[in-house]
């Protein structure tokens, strides 16, 4: 009489126990996903990413990074490589990867079978009776809907996945911007010291020209205060400057001596074109990470309302298993009689008829479809906008590059010239000065821009700006932020 417990009890806890083997171990891997966060960054940045999990494997890291970083001069590439080895926000997120692993893992697995076990006794005159009870209860339900189940657990862990590469990417985009600035800031500031020194020499040959007569003290006053003007903005650039390449510091994860680096004192020339992508639109349907997100946040809802609509009538299905065992005392012995127990539990939908699940379920896969439809319209948009920025801002930098500086360098040298020749006033050669310097200041911006937009064409591309466009420093903002070529 125990044989058919036995085997109704090992078939339940055996169905219970049952789950997708490769997706089982997927979640349960050391490392769960990196794999694929490090293949898709690869891909998109050219970048190799890395996953710190004990004290050796960031001791062997930090090695690395010294000897990429320390004392050297840093391009743009190893900014952006540095960061995807020492930014700590970064390992952070790969670690929120591991606990959605584990929480999805967990969230697969059937619940565990039930175990009771009840003692009953009744007494009557001259004759006692005791019965052992032993149940074991397994969800069915669970069971029955185990693959689709599985399905949404692989579309959830696929997101956690790249939500991870979103984040490396964010951080891969926000540390190429800050090499820009960082050495823009730079730049303004080499040329706000090349104005500088040319007032310097101007304002002491006016001390010298005050003291023979030959200019008078409206003159003199003119050219000093154009040298302090200028004095105060390279301070002012140095200070920007600094703050420019802190944020960079930040973004690499560098403290204590590895931030004894330095960045170029010039951005780039520009190329003779800029970068074309053929079928752009397409390029950034098919590689954007975020659509990617939706499109699996859509299938996961789709599987999620699928499972709503199985269940929509019973939430709860236990299959109980078990034994009882009757003891009777006959007054020559104790007798016992084993049987099996079988029975089935739901729970009946008398308040709860399902309507308001299913209902909920079609609502979340309609907002998840507009959100897909939404982001794919603005996708192509910023792909758009991408590609016109950089054909944009190509042509603006090489205007002010051919064109007006060399005008604004011409007015000054024969400004100089006609000043020396006493021809021109001190205050028209003044004007001259501050011409070139803000053409100077203006192509520098535009460069930048430049880069920036082509920054941003990879954004749009695969992900991890923030869709607004790249450019617009514009050569106001580079004439009052820049620093000293000791960077």
Known sequence: MKRPFLLLSVGSLALSACANPELTAALSA?????????????????????????????????????????????????????????????????????????????????????????????????????????????????????????????????????????????????????????????????????????????????????????????????????HAELSGQRARARLDAQIAKERLTRLMGLWGSETEYFVPNALPGLPGRPR????????????????????????????????????????????????????????????????????????????????ARRRRAEQAYLRAAHQLAERAVSIRSEARAAQAELSGTHQIARHYRDTLVPLRTQFEVETLRAYNGMIESPAELLDAIRGRLDAQLSEAAARADYWRADAGLTAALYGGGDGAPAGGGGGAALASAGGGAGH
């Not at 809802?301 to 236990?318: H, K, P, Y």
């Open 30 to 226: 050391d490392a769960p996903g990196f794999a694929t966060v490090a293949a898709t960054t690869r891909a998109a940045t050219g970048r190799e990413t890395v996953l710190l999990q004990d004290a050796a494997a960031i001791r062997a890291n930090a090695d690395r990074v010294h000897a990429m970083i320390h004392r050297r001069t840093v391009s743009a590439d190893t900014a952006v490589q540095v960061a995807l080895l020492n930014n700590r926000g970064l390992q952070a997120a790969y670690a929120d990867l591991g606990l959605t692993a584990a929480e999805i893992w967990q969230g697969t697995m059937s619940p565990n079978p039930a175990l009771s076990v009840g003692l009953t006794g009744l007494g009557l005159e001259g004759l006692a009776a005791r019965t052992i009870e032993g149940l074991i209860s397994a969800n069915l339900l669970a069971l029955a809907t185990r693959e689709r189940s599985d399905r949404i657990a692989a579309a959830r862990f696929e997101q956690a996945q790249l939500r991870a590469v979103e984040e490396t990417l964010r951080v891969a985009h926000d540390t190429r911007l800050a090499w820009i600035d960082a050495v823009a800031a730079f730049e303004a500031g080499g040329l706000m010291r090349q104005a500088e020194g040319t007032a310097e020499a101007q304002a002491d040959l006016a001390v010298e020209l005050g003291r023979t007569g030959y200019l008078n003290e409206a003159g003199q006053a003119a050219d000093l205060a154009l």
């Open 276 to 355: 074309g992508v053929a079928n752009i639109e397409a390029r950034a349907l098919q590689g954007r990470v975020d659509l990617a997100l939706a499109r699996l946040e859509l299938q996961a809802v789709a599987e999620e309302g699928g499972l709503s609509n199985a269940t929509r009538f019973v939430s709860d299905i236990d299959l109980v298993t078990g034994f009882e065992t009757e003891f009777e005392d006959t007054g020559s012995g104790v007798a016992s009689e084993t049987s099996p127990d079988v029975a089935l539990e739901f729970a009946i939908p008398i308040f709860d008829s399902g309507e």
